[in-house]
């Protein structure tokens, strides 16, 4: 028979945890530390703000997309921290305000204008200043999601499978090669975007991963080249998790986007066609590389890097 000792220890187990390598939580007059919960303050807000966003999401005109990604980042940066004791929010403020800030979105929107692959729907018809604004403040959580995702998976044990694997190795020619192949593919599926839409999630990667590579800067092709493939496999199963939230809380939305993605229009999963959803793998890697471009022109690529299971813990100094 369990008596009242253990049911209680175990009920707390669930929600409280004790982790030596997290600071210890303080608060002004209060002479005893706090406990730690299932997730840290952070975290308990994103849930708090996912459970408004979600339903007004379904039942008022205006955009809430903000708030609701805005949860969702929070309540994941809580479970990394959780798990690895680190997070991008605890290690760079700066490097997570970059990512919101940074016009990223945009650039596929320029494309969608071309290629028509989606529209939006129950949006305000004006197009003045403040539906810029608030459709810039939407797009700018893709960077933070896809970068916390892909760190929350690579905080699970299974990614150790990638880091000893055959090395993929580039010369610099054909480095330089690859991303000339990014700029041609780009300016060709812009011109026959009906046939090469699809070129829209590859494109990018190809142009600046391996200037990124050449730089010195974090890279994709450099990873490769040491046989680690764990960067690869966080981003790309990272972006895809993301996808699958973004097509779920987009179904029922009042404001929301519809795809005529022509060939590949069949067997949808929500919204998305099911083979849309193999866009988002290789958009993961297009968002780490376009990032740390960024980043590294800024002299902030060190800062950038995210923690991966089966290496050194990156400090949260």
């Given at each position: ?26 608060i ?20 708090l703000?996912?459970?408004?966003a ?16 805005l949860?969702?980042i ?9 798990r690895?004791?680190t ?41 003045g ?6 459709a ?37 020619r054909q ?17 026959w975007?009906t ?49 699958f ?14 795809y ?5 229009d069949f067997?949808r999963i929500?919204?998305?066609?099911l083979?849309?959803?193999g866009?988002y ?9 376009a ?8 002299g ?18």
């Amino acid at each position: 028979m369990l008596n009242y000792s253990s049911v209680k220890a175990s009920l707390e187990d669930l929600v409280i945890f004790r982790d030596e390598r997290l600071p210890v939580r303080r608060i002004p007059l209060r002479e005893k530390p706090l406990r730690r919960y299932f997730l840290p303050y952070r975290g308990l807000l994103g849930l708090l703000l996912i459970a408004i966003a979600w339903p007004l999401s379904q039942q008022i005109t205006q955009n809430v997309f903000f708030p609701l990604w805005l949860g969702f980042i929070l309540v994941v940066d809580g479970l990394v921290l959780r798990r690895t004791a680190t997070s991008l929010l605890v290690r760079s403020p700066k490097i997570m305000a970059v990512m919101f800030i940074l016009p990223y979105w945009w650039l596929f929107e320029g494309i969608n204008q071309i290629t028509q692959n989606w529209v939006y729907v129950g949006t305000k018809t004006d197009e003045g200043l403040i539906s810029y604004f608030e459709a810039t403040l939407s797009y700018s959580t893709v960077i933070p999601v896809v970068f916390e995702v892909s760190e929350l998976v690579g905080s699970f044990g299974f990614i150790e499978r990638f880091a000893r694997l055959r090395a993929f190795v580039l010369s610099k020619r054909q480095m330089i090669f690859t991303s000339i192949f990014g700029v041609v593919s780009l300016a060709a599926m812009l011109i026959w975007p009906t046939y090469l839409f699809p070129l829209t999630w590859l494109s990018l990667f190809f142009i600046f991963d391996p200037i990124n590579s050449l730089a010195g800067r974090p890279s994709i092709i450099s990873q490769m080249r040491k046989g680690d493939y764990r960067i690869v496999v966080a981003f790309a199963l990272g972006a895809l998790v993301c996808g699958f939230f973004w097509e779920m809380w987009n179904r029922d939305a009042s404001v929301a986007w519809e795809y005529n993605i022509g060939y590949l229009d069949f067997a949808r999963i929500f919204e998305m066609p099911l083979l849309g959803y193999g866009g988002y793998l290789p958009f993961g890697l297009e968002t780490y590389a376009a990032f740390h471009f960024v980043a590294g022109v800024l002299g902030w690529s060190s800062e950038a890097k995210i923690s991966l299971r089966g290496e050194p813990r990156v400090s949260s100094a």
